[in-house]
């Protein structure tokens, strides 16, 4: 009997596999499990071992201003926050279809759309190859028997071949790292715990909503890439399940052995992993972090691919993951990224408010025009298909300036309250606070402000535009 595989004429992608093109609509072949397993794979970072310490709230001076109980109640809050916030970015795509940046053409107009696309795409890119280097550096720590350069190449490789077959990557993960992920966690919790660890109620919680905005924007910074997958589930139901539940899961259990760990070296977040690579098999689960974490460089690369679809409709997927699977991995050979990291986190912030309006406009706004209504001979059969919604994603959706005020009036929020780090960028927002005579307070989250009023926003520009 011949196989389906040999049924299929050559360079023609398989049935539940991601079409080549945005012209052809996604199919819908994801279920609860494998999307659950794919967003429990991403709440497991090497990064959230050593990015713990922010949820502790540190002062200018890198010292923690609430205790490790603290921090970790802290840490609860902010991603469960966060993971509903993760939920609601995958309904839209599961409903329509249609990946992130492309429905942003609903919320702002097709061409409005490509400003945020831009950003997004930038900010993959940085997000990509900083994860090629913590590989590299992690697997360093393993063995350096092998040059740098040798484990950027060959991460590298593992993300582009992850990227190319994108679906069969994300059932790849349900069927077998994610049982090692967990074996490897239970492992190093048992580990860390038979430890003689200090006081963990030694501090204040002064800085309780700092450390929970610190894990609620780790949560957020997946958003503008959740419909990219969400858009090839079964039901609205199990993407939002899966983004929310899954995620936030493994994000507290990751965070949770993060403190451990560094409780353990005093806080030495150069030493975060010495408490794993010094138990007696901790070298061997170690290695499934690593190799584990390849997951997260493929979820930036694909993004970044289908976000340029949008610019491009018709560009082919398989070319654009080679060329950026080659494009991060020399930039991880060539840039030290560490001073980025502001950068990045910076363009993050673009996204919370814009959900805030994202979240509004689409479930509780004016239903936009049918898309087979605004130039059906011009639409794809996924743009159609789209369309079947009412949110219009089709290449001539018109523009929609009262959105994009709402985003920035929530953008301007975020700012206000935390500035970042980025030196020049942060001295003028507070020279903008001390101009209003606005002190941001300790229990602020710039993440859920800034989202909550974008909402608001929108809404209210959404009625009178009505009018």
Not at 6 to 24: C, H, I, M, Q, S
Not at 157 to 183: F, N
């Amino acid at each position: 009997m011949t196989s389906d595989v040999e049924k299929r004429p050559r360079g023609e992608r398989p049935a539940n596999e991601v079409p080549f093109t945005l012209d052809e609509p996604a199919p819908k072949v994801l279920g609860f499990w494998d999307q659950s397993a794919f967003w429990a794979n991403l709440g497991v970072s090497l990064l959230a071992f050593s990015g713990a310490y922010t949820v502790l709230a540190p002062d200018g001076d890198g010292r923690p201003t609430i205790s490790i109980m603290a921090g970790i109640v802290a840490m609860a809050v902010g991603t469960i926050i966060g993971g509903l916030m993760l939920g609601l970015a995958a309904v839209p795509g599961a409903r329509t279809g249609q990946p992130a940046m492309v429905l942003l053409r609903g919320l702002f107009g097709a061409r409005l759309s490509y400003a945020p696309t831009v950003l997004n795409i930038a900010q993959l890119v940085g997000w990509g190859t900083f994860e090629l280097i913590v590989i590299a550096d992690a697997a360093g720590e393993l063995w350096d028997g092998v040059p740098r350069w040798g484990y950027v190449v060959a991460a590298g490789v593992i993300t582009t071949v992850l990227t190319v077959w994108p679906l069969g990557s994300v059932r790849l993960l349900r069927r077998y790292v994610t049982v090692a992920v967990a074996i490897a966690l239970v492992y190093f919790y048992v580990e860390l715990v038979r430890q003689p660890l200090p006081d963990l109620t030694e501090g204040s919680w002064g800085g309780f909503w700092i450390g929970a905005d610190a894990a609620l924007a780790v949560s957020i910074s997946w958003v503008p890439v959740a419909a990219d997958y969400t858009r090839h589930s079964r039901t609205e139901r199990a993407a939002f399940g899966a983004a929310s539940v899954g995620y936030s899961v493994t994000q507290i259990i990751a965070y949770v052995l993060g403190l451990l760990a560094l409780a353990l070296v005093a806080g030495d977040t150069g030493r975060v992993f010495d408490p794993f690579l010094g138990a007696s098999l901790g070298v061997v689960f170690f290695a499934i972090f690593v190799l584990r974490e390849a997951d997260q460089s493929f979820a930036d690369t694909y993004s970044t691919a289908v976000s340029i679809q949008n610019l491009f409709p018709r560009a082919d997927r398989r070319v654009l993951s080679v060329l950026l699977g080659a494009g991060i991995t020399v930039l991880a050979l060539a840039l030290d990224i560490d001073d980025y990291a502001g950068f990045l986190t910076l363009i993050g912030s673009v996204f919370v408010p814009m959900l805030g309006v994202l979240a509004a406009d689409f479930f509780l706004g004016r239903r936009r025009a049918p898309a087979a209504a605004s130039g059906a001979a011009t639409l794809s059969k996924g743009e159609a298909a789209a369309g079947l919604d009412g949110w219009d994603v089709s290449r001539r959706a018109p523009s929609r300036w009262g959105m994009i005020a709402a985003w920035a009036i929530g953008f301007v929020v975020y700012q206000l309250i935390n500035p970042g780090t980025v030196e020049r960028w942060a001295d003028f927002w507070r020279d903008v606070q001390d101009a209003l005579h606005f002190a941001p307070q300790s229990w602020m989250s710039a993440s859920l402000l800034s989202f909550l009023v974008a909402g608001a926003a929108a809404l209210l520009i959404g009625r009178i535009t009505r009018r």
